[in-house]
């Protein structure tokens, strides 16, 4: 039998998009703790160098990894549970429903060397796609005012909500994932190229209707 094409250089060296499995976990727990506490000041430093939440019980994370290394991850929390944006707003301050069709984004960091690469994009549009299988119809989000053209490009909108947390300030956000697929629809070239530069394992297709 032939070599399997995974195994090829080609696929090796693809920027990977995955859930994060245990092993990513605790990467990411430390890599988290290298951006938000040492890096932003977000919060504070731990001896054990490792940030969890107890949204980590129930969240999805979505990883961006070259080499089998966590290069970048998202946090997805769906519905039915407490959002992060629950410690800041009351939910009859938002200006939609919090209903079973409600995601939260959170957590999106890339590691230093890869800063300013197609893994923030990657990301993004991956928990898009994730949200939109799982039956999500409306995105929220705070994103750090240091990246948020890169949300507000791909259809969110910004609600003119700052939020603080220790020394890092960020925005509210949100979307439909209906404006999300119509503002994307205008980026279809540069989606097909980051479609081929990656090797997409979410076990969803990368583009196409969802059904739903």
Do not use: C
């Amino acid at each position: 039998m032939g070599k399997d094409v995974r195994d090829s250089p080609l696929i090796r060296n693809k920027l990977r998009i995955a859930p994060a499995t245990a092993r990513d976990r605790d990467a990411i727990y430390r890599l988290r703790h290298d951006v938000f506490a040492r890096e932003l000041a977000q919060h504070a430093e731990n001896s054990e160098r490792r940030l969890t939440d107890p949204l980590d019980e129930y969240n999805v994370y979505i990883t961006a990894s070259l080499n089998e290394d966590v290069a970048g991850f998202i946090s997805i929390t769906p519905p039915g549970s407490s959002y992060s944006i629950d410690k800041y707003l009351s939910r009859d301050e938002l200006p939609f429903p919090v209903d079973d069709r409600l995601h939260e984004l959170r957590l999106l960091a890339v590691i230093p060397p890869h800063r300013g690469s197609q893994i923030l994009p990657a990301l993004i549009y991956a928990a898009f796609r994730w949200v939109e299988a799982h039956g999500g119809t409306r995105i929220v989000a705070i994103g750090r005012r240091e990246i948020l053209d890169i949300y507000l490009k791909a259809g969110m909108r910004a609600l003119g909500r700052q939020i603080k947390s220790g020394a890092v300030t960020f925005e509210l956000m949100t979307a439909t994932i209906r404006e999300v697929n119509e503002q994307l629809a205008r980026y279809a070239p540069l989606l097909r190229r980051l479609e081929w530069s990656l090797d997409w394992k979410l076990g969803i297709p990368f583009s196409g209707s969802l059904g739903g």
